[in-house]
């Protein structure tokens, strides 16, 4: 059964690692919680290393810039892996052919641009026309603020008659930044798999995105096993169940994309329909509390 926890330190001594979702957990998509910003700090005065693990279709430079410009300090975190890493091992490795359509905003275009030096070598990578492409690289709508899923099923047949290949840089469905709901790329995604197109999906839950959280830690030294390991996320179906499909205790954070279900203290998630509404998740996370602290 899922323990309601206070606090993050009442439980932190167990765990040499911290998987530790950002929007939702450690800010809001425009400001940080500053008690969660705390709880990542103290969980490394204790020895244990913290690593920032996103479905941000960006690349890790990206998304710690963006930290830094929201005021996060260094000493919060050891390493970011995002799902724009992951996605874009993939792509430079011509998991989708090598001329590609890009559907997403402009500012994910770090994708394309900022090459990690192991990568540097694959052959050239174009981005083409929709009516040209081999396959897509999909970041998000091309609006996130306008546009829904629905917008893009045209193209979207038009690209599962033609065989082509999703790779889905972000799995998540939705994102609240603020008090604003918005698409993300995994609704697309799922769209076009329902439409019957073949997708690849890099971050939480699917493998990928673990792995290079793996290997970056290693390439620092650091090994560890899965049962030294906490993942904390508000996700159910990409953290939690990332978590659970690797083997790994999960710390279910109430108070971000499910906060309306618990209660009206966001705080303080209400047992009662916290539990009933795990159980008909089919998901039982070792812990929950209502906003990382």
């Known amino acids: 059964m899922t323990e309601i926890i206070e606090t993050l330190a009442g439980i932190g001594a167990q765990y040499d690692v911290l998987y530790c979702d950002l929007w939702g957990c450690l800010h809001d998509g425009r400001a940080l919680y500053p008690e969660a910003v705390a709880a990542l700090q103290g969980f490394r005065r204790g020895g244990g290393t913290v690593v920032l693990m996103t479905n941000a279709p960006r690349t890790r430079h990206a998304v710690e810039r963006r930290l830094v410009r929201m005021g996060l300090p260094r000493d919060a975190w050891d390493v970011i892996v995002s799902s724009g890493d992951a996605t874009q091992e993939a792509m430079l490795m011509g998991a989708a052919g090598r001329r590609l359509w890009h559907l997403g905003p402009e500012k994910d275009e770090d994708l394309f641009t900022e090459i990690p030096e192991a990568l540097a070598g694959q052959p050239p990578l174009l981005r083409v026309p929709f009516d040209e492409a081999e396959g897509i690289i999909c970041t998000g709508p091309f609006d996130d603020c306008a546009d829904t899923p629905e917008d893009y099923r045209g193209r979207f047949l038009s690209a599962k008659v033609r ?131």
């Open 163 to 293: 065989g082509l290949t999703m790779l889905s840089a972000n799995p998540d469905i939705v994102v609240d930044v603020g008090e604003t709901r918005i698409y993300c790329a995994g609704a697309l995604a799922q769209l076009y798999a329902d439409m019957g197109g073949a997708v690849m999906s890099f971050g939480k839950p699917h493998p990928p995105i673990y792995d290079l959280a793996r290997r970056r830690l290693a390439a620092m030294g650091i090994s560890y096993d899965n049962d030294q390991v906490l993942a904390v996320g508000d996700g159910i179906l990409t953290d939690i169940a990332g978590a659970q499909a690797e083997g790994i205790d999960a710390l279910f954070v109430t108070g971000g994309l499910e906060a309306s279900r618990f209660g009206p203290d966001v705080q303080a998630p209400e047992a009662a329909p916290l539990l009933a509404w795990l159980t008909g998740q089919t998901r039982t996370p070792r812990y929950a509390m209502g906003r990382l602290r």
